[in-house]
């Protein structure tokens, strides 16, 4: 079995499981192999997270492609966890949401996210005075049976990001988007809203008839006091915990920036962040020493 293989087999358990899985965000190639040492079933690269952190850009379709792929591959690459890669919608229309799912799934991807969202995008965290455009339900589904029909395994998951609640077309149009991504073929089916209740995605999961046919996802960034076993009893098998990562990095950052133009002594930030030897051996610095010093004997 290869690790590519091996991955994608524990993701598809760990979201069939009683317990379903959590995810949690990864920014960088150190903090996806710091996930595999606390109980995260998986790990999630976000497009805001590789627009925001690694290009300093917003997260509006700015980045490509490419650049999303090299961000998850090398995260992929430090991590024994499986990697879902937020493909925002996919980035462009039909041919490039196909290529997308090709390229991943050759990558060794475990799944992708793809959204229902117009190019380019609006981050689904803005503000509800933010102008909001998705693509048609007939076209988004036609995009994901291409791209579904296009992939080079059979493992590889592609999970439908529905953008109905976000943009205001209410329950009734996720229902029917729901229902037509599924016909198409996907994998899995992630709702998102913007009411910290939760009433507005109790009341999707009341409405939809496919519930239980394909696994749920959520991302609970917008109603982030629920825990996992709480959206597991409501139904969802995929916990993503997207971004908390990313935002600690920047505010301890901020703070240690801040603390170093005050202080103008490196000392002055010691006690709050990681030592040098604690970063040799996240990364296995002496054990790298130790095989060239015996390849020399």
Known sequence: ???????????????????????????DALTGLLAGRYGFDAVWVS?????????????????????????????DRATELPVIADCDNGFGALNNVVRTVREFDAAGIAAVSIEDNLFPKRNSLMGSDTRRELIPLAEQARRLRAA???????????????????????VEMACRR???????????????????????????????????????????TLFPTFTREQLREKGFN???LANQPMRAAVKAVEET???????????????HIATVEHLFDLVGTREAIAAEDDARV
């Open 1 to 27: 079995m290869t690790t590519a293989t091996a991955k994608r087999q524990a993701l598809r358990e760990a979201m069939a499981s009683d317990r379903g899985a959590l995810a949690i965000g990864a920014h």
């Open 47 to 75: 497009g805001l997270a590789v627009a925001t952190t690694v290009h300093a850009l917003p997260d509006i379709n700015l980045t490509t492609h490419t650049e999303t792929l090299e961000a998850a591959v090398r995260i």
């Open 148 to 170: 579904k029909g296009a992939q080079p395994s059979t493992d590889f998951m592609v999970i439908a990001r529905v953008e109905s609640l976000i943009a205001g077309e209410g």
């Open 178 to 220: 729901a229902d037509a991504y599924v016909e198409a073929g996907v994998d899995a089916i992630l709702i998102h809203s913007r009411d910290k209740t939760l009433a507005e995605i109790e009341g999707f999961l009341a409405s939809w008839s496919g519930l239980g046919s394909v696994p749920l996802v959520a991302v609970p």
């Open 238 to 240: 995929l916990v993503i």
């Open 257 to 271: 920036l801040a603390t170093l133009a005050s202080e103008r002594r490196a000392s002055a930030v010691d006690p």
